[in-house]
């Protein structure tokens, strides 16, 4: 028997917006000086540190938002399913 509905507390909200957006913050100011350093490199290295860049860029984007967005929409039920549907 699942504890609750999976909803979240306004606190835990609050958090997962806040954490969400301090990822978001990081990741710019990170890549803004790893950006820096792979303009220096050259040819293969070059290549292969801007796909890494653009990976990790990526997930910093994608899991960032995705915790602003899980805070504001407070959490919905453990199976994923809204627990109170229209």
Partial sequence: MPYGDGRLG????VLLMAAGVVVIML???????WHQRVL???GVRRFISGLALRGVE???????SWLAVRGWNGGGAASGDDPAPL
């Avoid at 990741?27 to 000086?33: D, I, N, Q, R």
């Avoid at 990526?58 to 960032?64: I, K, M, S």
């Fill in 10 to 13: 306004m606190v835990s909200r």
């Fill in 27 to 33: 990741g710019v100011v990170l890549m803004f000086f």
């Fill in 40 to 42: 220096e490199l050259s």
């Fill in 58 to 64: 990526a997930g910093v984007l994608y899991g960032g």
